[in-house]
């Protein structure tokens, strides 16, 4: 089971799988190195293994903006989505990223009667140019995130109402992030407690994301966003 959807803004289409600048210089001086750049392909590369997530979970969906970089002009801002556009897809593309990268993984055999069990999770990077556009992002997120404390949405055909239950500010890593958890309300099954868990993650041009759909109402593990942080930073130790 997975509510969200994996959606790429290319151009003006969206297309959708599974179920769901430099800084001014002074005259003085040369211009800032820019920061490195990889494409969506090459991120694609360093996101966490299904296993990372547990055992025996497998990829459900994965897309990435492929081998060229993205325009920095943004087509699609959080402000501009409805509450169950911006909760339901995740973007990899469109906010003004050069690339992105996101996979989506399930547990093929989850036990309901298990109140630790986790459903499924979601893993995503967003690059940009600039820290400073990475930053606008991140901000505008947690901005929507506020915005949308509830909201009801037909996913897989299961209506489902997901109200916040918390979102606070943090670090990990050293970076700045956010820990978003929601209480997920099926109506058909009104006997189990289902949560949907996020993190975001701003450190350096890139926004990290991972997201779990679980019966217990617990943050994303800091190690495990760190890991996924230090791996995509390993590929740009070639740059």
Not at 177 to 198: E, G, R
């Amino acid at each position: 089971m997975r509510f969200r959807a994996i959606a790429v803004m290319a151009a003006t289409t969206t297309l959708s799988l599974g179920m769901a600048g430099s800084a001014l210089a002074s005259p003085l001086s040369t211009k800032a190195k820019p920061a490195p750049q990889v494409t969506g392909t090459r991120l694609a590369s360093a996101l966490l293994p299904a296993s990372a997530f547990g055992d025996g979970f497998t990829v459900a969906d994965h897309l990435n903006t492929g081998n060229k970089l993205l325009s920095t002009k943004a087509r699609i801002k959080p402000s501009s989505l409805s509450c169950r556009t911006f909760e339901m897809f995740i973007f990899i593309g469109g906010f003004g990223d050069t690339a992105g990268a996101v996979d989506g993984v399930q547990n093929p055999n989850p036990a309901l009667d298990d109140p630790s069990v986790v459903l499924s999770d979601d893993q995503a990077v967003l690059q940009f140019k600039t820290t400073q556009a990475a930053a606008s992002f991140y901000n505008q997120a947690y901005a929507r995130f506020k915005q949308c404390n509830a909201f009801t949405e037909t996913s897989d055909n299961l209506q489902v109402e997901l109200v916040t239950q918390s979102l606070s500010s943090t670090t990990i890593n050293k970076d700045k992030a956010f820990q978003l958890i929601q209480h997920a309300d099926i109506a058909s099954l009104p006997a189990i407690s289902f949560y949907q868990s996020t993190a975001f993650v701003l450190s350096g041009t890139n926004v990290y994301t991972i997201d779990h759909l679980g019966e217990t109402n617990d943050p994303i593990p800091a190690p495990l966003l760190g890991t996924l942080i230090n791996r995509v930073q390993a590929l740009y130790k070639h740059h």
